[in-house]
């Protein structure tokens, strides 16, 4: 089963566009939203090398999770109601903000 967000810009109230998740069959995909007229983020536009869209969305998407050596990760575990480390929950948990980003997402319900 997939899950659907929103890509946010915190200085725009019209979302980027739409991005799908699917965590058990690996795949990631983005649909731009044609009302958005602003730069969309360079992992986006350019990717991670030589990487796949479906492959820079994933690095962009667990980039967004504290380090699994953090020395407080048990906590941050405990605190979004996992029992061991996995970056799609801190993802989903804290709605893909990331300290210094201006992009965020939002669940589609």
């Known amino acids: 089963m997939s899950d659907v967000f929103l890509l946010k ?6 979302p980027l566009g739409r991005l799908e998740i ?3 069959a690996d795949t990631f995909s983005f649909e731009r939203n044609a009302e958005y007229s602003g730069s969309l983020p360079s992992f ?14 994933k690095m962009w998407v667990m980039d967004r999770a504290p380090e699994p050596h953090n020395e ?15 970056a799609y ?14 992009f965020f997402v939002e669940a589609v319900r």
Do not use: V, W
């Not at 986006?44 to 969305?57: F, Q």
């Not at 407080?72 to 996995?86: P, S, V």
């Open 9 to 14: 810009h915190s200085h725009s109230e019209i």
């Open 89 to 102: 929950s801190f993802f989903k948990y804290n709605n893909g903000r990331f300290i210094g980003d201006l």
């Open 72 to 86: 407080i990760i048990d906590a941050l575990i405990q605190k979004i109601g996992e029992t061991k480390y996995n």
């Open 44 to 57: 986006l536009l350019y990717g991670h090398g030589n990487m796949s869209e479906s492959d820079s969305i």
């Open 22 to 24: 699917d965590e058990s």
